[in-house]
């Protein structure tokens, strides 16, 4: 079971070794952004790795919004990021699922999406899996619940995208995590990756507030099910530095070894 963090991008190498950590996940520039990535000079290196790589896309990619001033330059970059993701070795971009304004039916996002695989197909693909995103709150988002999950996957399924489960989210978002990983995959059929978050905040409260393991209001034993349901790497997207992220990977590795 591979067990990692989020770490900072000028050297995810070396953060995965101060962390003991087996995957990394990073962004390619800024996570509030819109520019392209830049090639890294270390391409090479992370390719050849035996650290696993995963790529966060930015925050501000929304491909369901029916606002084309957003959805076109989200779709672009998307593309953009996957593309720099892959030539990498990256397994995978995570992004989160976006969501619709409160005068727009929601099956205009679900169609956005798909166009934004379609769009990406035409362009000769992603290069690697695109990891779609739970997320916690708002009442218009297309992966807040799993209703709107499984019509969001009706739209794109046949483009055969990735999930990302985040436990935060999920335990935010009103989704309860005992049944969390079943109920997923019976509409996903897998989880490519789980992010192992405490919550700062209530069940259903809709607020993203990660915290460290054992600092919030999840039980880590159910965290450690979760991964070991989900049969996926994990990274830690907590607070603190090097020392307090490691400390939140033992206790991940002690539990579900238990």
Partial sequence: MRIGSHVDQDDPLAEAEARQADVVQFFLGDPQ????????DDAEILRGSKVQIFIHAPYVINVASPN????????RLLLQQAQAAA?????????????VTKDTDMSVGFENWRKAFAYAAEQGGFGLPVLIENTAGGNFACARHLDN??????????????FCLDTCHAHAGG???D??????????GKID??????????????RDRHANLGAGNIDPGTIADIISAAGSPAVVE???????????????????TR
């Fill in 193 to 206: 990756l789980v992010h192992a978050n405490d919550s700062r905040d209530a069940f259903n409260s809709g």
């Fill in 87 to 99: 030539a990498i070795g990256a397994d995978g971009l995570i992004v989160h699922g976006g969501h």
């Fill in 238 to 256: 907590t607070p603190g530095d090097a020392t307090a992220q490691a400390a939140d990977i033992a206790l991940i590795r002690k539990l579900t």
């Fill in 68 to 75: 084309n001033r957003i959805r076109v330059p989200s779709r």
């Fill in 33 to 40: 952004g819109w520019k392209k990535p830049a090639p890294r």
């Fill in 179 to 188: 049944t969390v990983v079943d109920r997923v995959k019976a509409i996903t």
């Fill in 149 to 162: 999950l499984a019509r969001l996957w009706d739209a794109v399924g046949e483009y055969e995208p990735g």
């Fill in 175 to 177: 989704e309860v995590l």
